[in-house]
């Protein structure tokens, strides 16, 4: 009897491990899954305090295009708007004068090469007679004061040969001023940009000097801000200063110049900045608000996190620290925010990998690996 129920008790038992046996396979397997994850490690950065300073962009080719003639106004290419090219044909001015002016020119050079032929000639026969003169010497026909005069008349010959060739370069310099002053008839946009405001008409006369057309060139620009006396005397040329536009759009830039005269009135001095960002140039508006933050004093090493490794639990920022191929979770206090990282206060030291690729379902002690970790 007692033989029969030792059967059964092994029996029962035997059957209650065999219902067990799924589930401690997948007890074990489970235990056995280690969850892939993307980690980053705690870095030591310079940080650099900065004061935010509002700028404006300019433009480095900018201005009014005036005439170098006085004339009347025959047509006008452009209008307040348009777009041009360095070159592009913008004002065409009278030139009826100008032509008329320019044919004078041309019959007086004309006039001034036929004298030359003529001193040259007559240059020519004051040397021959005199040469027959000399020939005489030996003769009882020579006179010495024929030689003389003959000598004479060969000085004012070559004067007037010297004087004709001058006449020329008068008349060739005349007519190159002439054909200069038509030229100036076509007034050309002297730098690329955009045409924003027209100052005369079809039919108008101009004077020289006065403007014609304004053109601003806005794809070269750049930043200029006053600051502080007191904060522009530490900056230094060539430094590097973030900008930041009212869309959000960073801009990186360097200071090119910092002009040594200060405003007496606002007690700020002016500084320029290049725009390092070729991307962002053709978008960019002349007098367009930037905000720049400008460097105080020497940077400082500081301790910082992967923003994407901080999470909130229960009001508290924590992160997940690989260690020992296991998730840990640590407490940690923050800082100020520097680009796409975090200022550690504490709870992090600089060579710590923390979790920032699928933190979000982690478990404190659950096995893991780093991807790209063997």
């Keep these: 009897m007692i033989r029969k129920q030792e059967i059964k008790l092994v029996l029962i038992s035997n059957m209650f491990g065999l219902l067990l046996l799924p589930f401690m396979i997948s007890v074990g397997a489970a235990q056995q899954r280690v969850s892939a994850v993307g980690v980053d490690q705690v870095i030591s950065e310079p940080l650099l305090q900065t004061m935010p300073v509002l700028g404006r962009f300019i433009a480095k080719e900018s201005g009014v295009v005036a005439t170098r003639i006085a004339e009347r106004v025959h047509k006008m290419y452009v209008q307040v708007g348009d777009r041009v090219k360095k070159g592009d044909l913008l004002v065409k001015l009278e030139s009826d004068r100008l032509d008329n002016q320019i044919q004078l020119l041309q019959a007086n050079l004309k006039i001034t090469k036929t004298q030359l032929a003529k001193e040259t000639v007559n240059y020519k026969k004051m040397e021959q007679t005199h040469k027959r003169i000399l020939a005489l010497r030996t003769s009882a026909a020579f006179r010495k004061d024929r030689e003389e005069d003959s000598e004479r008349d060969m000085e004012i010959a070559a004067e ?215």
């Design 160 to 374: 007037m040969v010297s004087r004709a060739r001058a006449d020329i370069d008068q008349s060739k310099a005349s007519l190159k001023a002439g054909q200069i002053s038509l030229q100036d008839t076509y007034i050309k946009a002297p730098y690329p940009g955009v045409v924003i405001k027209r100052h005369t008409l079809p039919g108008n006369y101009v004077r020289v000097g006065d403007p014609i057309i304004t053109i601003f060139n806005d794809t070269d620009l750049e930043i200029e801000a006053d600051v502080p006396s007191i904060r522009a005397l530490a900056l230094k040329t060539n430094t590097k200063v973030t900008a930041k536009l009212q869309n959000g759009i960073i801009l990186n830039t360097i200071i090119r110049a910092i002009i040594p005269q200060e405003n007496s009135l606002t007690r700020a001095v002016a500084i320029r900045l290049i725009i390092k960002d070729e991307k962002y140039q053709n978008g960019l508006l002349g007098n367009q608000a930037v905000t720049l933050k400008l460097p105080i004093g020497n940077p400082d090493d500081v301790t910082t996190v992967h923003k994407d490794a901080v999470l909130v639990k229960n009001g508290k920022k924590i992160v997940f620290i690989f260690r020992k191929g296991t998730a840990n979770i640590q407490p940690i206090k923050l800082g100020r925010a520097i680009g796409n990282r975090f200022e550690v206060l504490a709870g992090l030291k600089v060579g710590d990998l923390v979790v920032v690729r699928g933190n979000e379902r982690l478990r404190p002690g659950e096995p893991i690996k780093p991807n790209g970790m063997r």
